[in-house]
């Protein structure tokens, strides 16, 4: 892109996540700041537009002055950025299922009718609901925050979700999970239109990860779904949890719920999605990380623990499911001595 005007629209909404616009807005224009720096002029114009104009509440309470969307665009835009919030996605909460919202309609239908004229469209957290509304993620891959991965897999099955990626491109649709990985998002456009040396530039700047190491996994706190829906499920991973140093193949594991081994096994996938063995894998890794995270026990202390054969195998199970060493993940999320 040779200073040509490249517009960024940030498409914002009563509740919208405040760091969901102001983080990856502030890429572009420290990009916009480096270019100048390198004696080039800047090419990025944002603004921050409404289905009205006005001031929009954030879900933090700080308000943001927004244009009105024009009921058509007159001419092509280059980027329009849909964030999330609970303005069009609602978590489940004690005695309400998650949901999205009226608003997450109204958004895809203006950016239905504005498709054809926007050269890249893109979403940052839950703003992927809005995306998926319009079709434009229909065949194609996708990512949101972490704990909306599965509503947003089973409401959109035609979505092929990638629950573990920070920022997922198919095409000219780019989409991000959860709050902070929008800033990764926008380095990566940044550097698909200015080149490496200027995202560098703005990493450094930012003092942020340039590609930032592991997915979206290891900041979940949860990595094993527990609410199975059924009080036998929810029993056997709390006695899993306790006997992570014994015999947990799937046979005791039946013993332990009162099931044959096969009646068993088709009765446990059924109602997570998933074999007992990888469950017992993912809950010994749990304890591993809430173990780390205390930091008062050395790797090779943890992997006995948690029932590990070795502190190699734990390394690895760390790598499959979180795409970071323990060592890595002790660097991020150890609380300090």
Request: net charge positive.
């Amino acid at each position: 892109m040779q200073n040509a005007a490249h517009q960024v629209w940030f498409l914002v909404f009563d509740q919208f996540q405040l760091l969901d616009v102001s983080g990856p807005l502030q890429v572009f224009a420290t990009a916009n700041d480096e270019l100048r720096l390198a004696g080039r002029a800047p090419v990025y114009e944002t603004g921050v537009y409404g289905l009205s104009g006005g001031a929009v509440r954030s879900s933090s309470g700080v308000d943001l002055v927004a244009r009105a969307l024009p009921q058509r665009l007159a001419r092509g835009v280059q980027t329009v950025v849909v964030p999330g919030g609970p303005g069009v996605f609602m978590p489940a909460a004690a005695g309400r299922a998650a949901h999205d919202t009226p608003v997450a309609h109204a958004l895809a239908q203006w950016l239905r009718r504005a498709s054809p004229r926007i050269e890249r469209l893109a979403s940052v957290c839950t703003g992927a609901f809005v995306l998926a509304h319009t079709g434009v993620l229909d065949g194609a891959g996708a990512v949101t925050h972490w704990a909306a991965c599965d509503h947003l897999a089973s409401g959109f099955p035609a979505i092929a979700v990638q629950p573990d990626a920070i920022y997922f491109r198919h095409g000219r649709v780019w989409t991000s999970a959860g709050v902070t990985a929008g800033i990764d998002m926008a380095l990566g456009m940044v550097e698909a239109d200015l080149g490496r040396d200027i995202v560098m530039a703005v990493a450094k700047k930012l003092v942020v990860f340039y590609k930032r190491p592991g997915g979206q996994s290891q900041f979940s706190s949860a990595l094993l779904e527990q609410t199975a829906g059924d009080e036998r499920i929810t029993r056997l991973h709390a006695w899993i949890a306790e006997h992570l140093r014994s015999d947990l193949s799937v046979a005791r594991m039946a013993d332990q719920v009162g099931m044959s081994l096969r009646t068993f096994a088709r009765f446990y996938t059924a109602h997570t999605g998933t074999t007992p063995a990888h469950a017992v894998e993912r809950i010994r890794l749990e304890k591993a990380c809430r173990l780390i995270e205390e930091h008062r026990h050395s790797n090779k202390a943890i992997a006995v623990q948690c029932g590990f054969n070795s502190e190699e195998v734990m390394r690895r199970m760390f790598m499959r499911h979180l795409n970071v060493s323990p060592k890595g993940y002790r660097e991020r999320f150890a609380a300090a001595d």
